[in-house]
């Protein structure tokens, strides 16, 4: 499953703004947003004691699924037939319980050949127990045959920020009656969902082969894992897709799509690869999916193990309640995805795309044992994007993402720390997280550096292949992993999958002119009890000359003392940065300002920047690296050094000139949007002809930023811009519009914020609901009383609990604008009944504020609403 769905949103904000999920915000140069938050506030809660969760016992081995399928559109019911077929897994059995939630039963039988037997059973509306007649030995097959309806709409399961649903099958529009929505069918069975569409032992460490046999309306194209063996057309306008995966897989892994697609067909070796998408999408598929081929190529030599499963396709469709799902060779990816080739300019989603095909390797072929095993399959895929990122586009590439993974675990950190590998936790959903996603990437690459390339993925070879189609759990990576290697790892298992938490190091440096000595002291600070075992390597500039000493940390002070022909220039802890920590680490400006001219990686610089930024007033020197990183290697330092390089009057010439060239010629669009982000600031009108020519560029967030700045030189400008852009779909181009218009504030705009709050999710929701309360800030009260009515809806029916606070935020704004514009009222006749009306207003806001804070449910945000009086 895709990271990118993961994190709150005030654990995104805190890293303003981080993907993944957040996904690549980091990147955007768009106008800043003043964000609000409040003081960190401790909440005492009664927790429950959690008890300890086992792996599912195996008492049948469930060997094939053969279901036939049909869809009830108007009811959103799944008509079903099911065939299992079955054997004890060791000890003999006479019953059989599957789960099945939520079913109508309409025939439960055991098949021998053709032949029905009808079968007593017991159903409680979640677990139908099967009396099978007589007792089966170990190796003894045998087959039940089930006549069901599917009511998902029906089933109330409880969601989670990975998941935000949990009704296994979707039905998007069925009826066609929303407009711009395509009606769809589609399935998401993570974790223990699949059992809502189709009875089965619905558990990770179960995995069986299929067929599926799906009618749908004739002229929907279908998707499922495996191949397509044959299609039918019925005389009552459906038609009959029959799939067939030979492999088996877990149940929670089955798919099933179906909608008005385009299929753009691609090619890896002799393996079909195909990608579904709206049909205005189809021009773009490539763009959007095409390194999909070089990535198995990769993926495959890399793990000298070739992708094992009978196809691969992708598929993007409305409403997905994740960020994606790695269906075995049928994965389903959420519409962010689904991008215009011009939109791809300014940002893709090729991770989500590297991370969902690694899950075939990792998570479909070797498949974790339980959920308390999740990091083997969650924290390889996220590794895997680390690996794709570093093959096709460089190591800095690669680091810079794979640093905004740390910050993402790091944010979850201050408020939830847990063992990577973990049996105690309340839902199984609640394993969807930064740990078992981020911190799981992270620490999978510490194992890589300890051990070396060679041993790592040699290591990963035997553990797929001693594991191929079998369940697993965390000990049978370390086992392949010792077996290769020689080593005993069982402290870093313990360390950094079994025990909760990470180092934090405070490290100083000295040099000793008599012994022509250097040292490092490296001190473990962190509260809790454990003192980490850290093999790392020092790099010490000298002379010219770059000495590589590695070292191990093991204890909670240590001192390394090195012999040195002189002072050294720099003294580089943790040099290949590969360690998951937070450290203060205390060098001189000067080493620092050496450290991003000499050390190598994409982390040497951005630390060093990081330090120039909060020295360069008092530092000239300090100043220079900034100005100096515009011209770095990569492109994401090149915008930091824009966004942080503080203009003074010495510089100031020499900046204009280097941002006008950058706004103009920089490759990367978000570094020429950061420029004319910083020219715009300036407000100087002898820079209009930049942004209107800015205004033609072919990458969206550059036009967006190019409306912003023109807008604040000539809103009339800008608002002719904002005329030609506001019809497109794009959320750069409303971000900026929603600006202007809150700006204008003409009473006109408010249906463009109106539609465009319909339908926004995520972040894009966030930021209109900014600039709506901008926009009804300077409105009268008319376009007040329709704008604090939908501020109102999204306060309470918004899916995320952080939307929901941010629209309630607005309205508590909103009623504190008001209060100061009664304030400023005269005494006259005509101000009275202005007074009256805000009144009015102002009551009705307050009590709307109160409505929603006695219905919100969730208790963090309870908690911020105590601050809102």
């Avoid at 005030?10 to 409040?38: D, H, N, R, W």
């Avoid at 996603?437 to 070396?452: N, S």
Wanted: net charge negative.
């Amino acid at each position: 499953m895709s990271k990118y769905l993961l994190l709150s949103l005030p654990a995104m904000l805190f890293l303003i703004v981080s993907c993944t999920g957040g996904k690549q915000a980091s990147q955007s140069s768009e106008p800043a947003i003043e964000y609000v938050f409040m003081d960190t506030m401790s909440v005492i809660a009664n927790v429950p004691e959690i008890s300890y969760k086992e792996t599912d016992q195996r008492i049948h081995d469930l060997l094939h699924t053969s279901l036939d399928v049909a869809f009830d559109f108007e009811n959103q019911y799944l008509l079903g037939k099911a065939e299992l077929t079955l054997s004890p897994h060791f000890y003999p059995s006479s019953s059989l319980t599957l789960d099945a939630k939520g079913f109508d039963l309409h025939e439960v039988a055991l098949l021998n050949g053709t032949e029905k037997q009808a079968a007593d059973y017991q159903y409680d509306g979640w677990f139908l127990v099967i009396d099978l007649g007589k007792e089966y030995k170990r190796g003894e097959q045998y087959k039940v045959y089930i006549d069901y309806t599917a009511k998902p709409e029906e089933i109330e399961l409880e969601g989670s920020e990975a998941i935000k649903e949990r009704k296994g099958l979707y039905f998007i529009n069925p009826l066609g009656t929303e407009e711009d929505k395509p009606t769809q069918i589609w399935t998401q069975g993570e974790t223990e969902a699949s059992s809502i569409w189709f009875p089965t032992i619905d558990s990770p460490n179960e995995r069986c082969t299929q067929e599926l046999r799906m009618t749908v309306p004739d002229r929907m194209v279908t998707l499922s894992n495996g191949s397509l063996v044959s299609s039918e057309v019925n005389a009552d306008g459906t038609r009959s897709d029959y799939w067939v995966q030979k492999l088996p897989h877990a149940p929670y892994l089955f798919a099933m799509a179906a909608g008005e697609f385009a299929v753009v067909k691609d090619k890896w070796r002799d393996i079909e690869v195909n990608y579904y998408v709206e049909k205005e999408y189809e021009q773009h598929a490539r763009a959007i999916f095409g390194n999909t081929p070089e990535m198995m190529e990769f993926y495959s030599n890399m793990l000298q193990y070739d992708y094992p499963w009978e196809k691969y396709s992708q598929v993007v469709v409305r409403d997905f309640v994740s960020g994606a799902m790695e269906n075995t060779g049928a994965v389903i990816y959420l519409d962010i995805v689904q991008r215009t080739t011009r939109e791809l300019l300014d940002d893709d989603y090729e991770d989500i795309i590297a991370h969902e095909l690694f899950h075939h390797w990792f998570g479909d072929l070797v498949t974790c044992e339980s959920w308390a095993n999740l990091p083997l399959n969650e924290a390889f895929a996220t590794y895997g994007e680390y690996l794709w990122h570093e093959y096709k586009y460089g190591r800095d590439h690669a680091d810079y993402l794979f640093d905004t993974d740390l910050e993402t675990y790091l944010s979850e950190s201050q408020f939830k720390q847990e063992p990577l590998i973990r049996f105690h936790y309340e839902k199984k959903e609640d394993m969807f997280d930064a740990h078992s996603y981020q911190k799981g990437g992270r620490v999978l690459h510490m194992l890589r550096k300890y051990i070396g390339d060679d041993a790592f993925f040699e290591s990963l070879r035997l553990y797929l292949k001693q594991n191929e189609y079998k369940p697993v759990e965390i000990h049978n990576l370390r086992l392949a992993i010792e077996e290769v290697t020689g080593m005993d790892l069982n402290w870093f298992f313990d360390q950094w999958f079994m025990t909760a938490g990470h180092p934090e190091l405070d490290i100083t440096y000295d040099y000793f002119v008599d012994r022509k000595q250097a040292s490092v002291n490296i001190e473990q600070i962190h509260e809790h009890d454990l003192v980490y075992r850290l093999p790392i390597s020092i790099d010490i500039y000298v002379d010219g000359k770059v000495i590589r000493e590695e070292v191990v940390v093991d204890e909670q002070k240590q001192r390394f003392t090195f012999d040195v022909a002189s002072q050294p220039d720099l003294m580089n802890v943790d040099a290949e940065k590969m360690l998951l920590v937070e450290k203060d680490d205390r060098k001189t400006l000067e080493e620092y300002i050496f450290q991003y001219y000499n050390a190598p990686l994409f982390m040497d610089r951005a630390e060093a920047l990081d330090v120039c930024r909060q020295e360069q007033v008092l530092s000239p020197e300090a100043a220079q690296v900034l100005i100096d990183a515009h011209k770095d290697a990569y492109w994401a330092l090149r915008q930091y050094a824009i966004d942080n390089v503080s203009m003074e009057k010495e510089n100031k010439e020499a900046l204009i000139l280097q941002w006008k060239e950058m706004a103009e010629k920089d490759e990367k669009s978000l570094v020429r949007a950061a420029a004319i982000q910083r020219l715009g600031d300036l407000q100087d009108r002898s820079l209009a002809p930049i942004f209107v020519n800015a205004g033609q560029d072919q990458s969206y967030e550059v036009i967006a930023t190019s409306i912003s700045a023109i807008s604040l030189l000539d809103l009339d400008e800008g608002l002719k811009l904002c005329e030609q852009y506001r019809e497109l779909d794009n959320s750069s181009l409303i971000r900026a519009i929603g600006g202007v218009y809150a700006m204008d504030a003409n009473p006109d705009h408010q249906d463009y914020f109106e539609r465009q709050i319909e339908t926004a999710a995520g972040f894009r929701l966030f930021y209109l609901i900014d600039h709506y309360y901008g926009f009804l800030e300077n409105s009268d009260l008319n376009v007040i009383e329709n704008g604090k009515a939908t501020l109102a809806r999204v306060a309470k029916e918004a899916d995320n609990e952080w939307i929901r606070y941010r629209a309630t935020y607005s309205l508590y704004n909103l009623k504190q604008s008001l209060d100061l514009r009664k304030d400023e009222l005269g005494g006259d006749a005509i101000s009275d009944v202005r007074r009256n009306n805000l009144d009015r207003q102002i009551e009705e806001i307050a009590a709307t504020i109160e409505d929603i804070k006695s219905k919100e449910t969730n208790e963090e945000v309870q908690v911020y609403y105590q601050l809102l009086k």
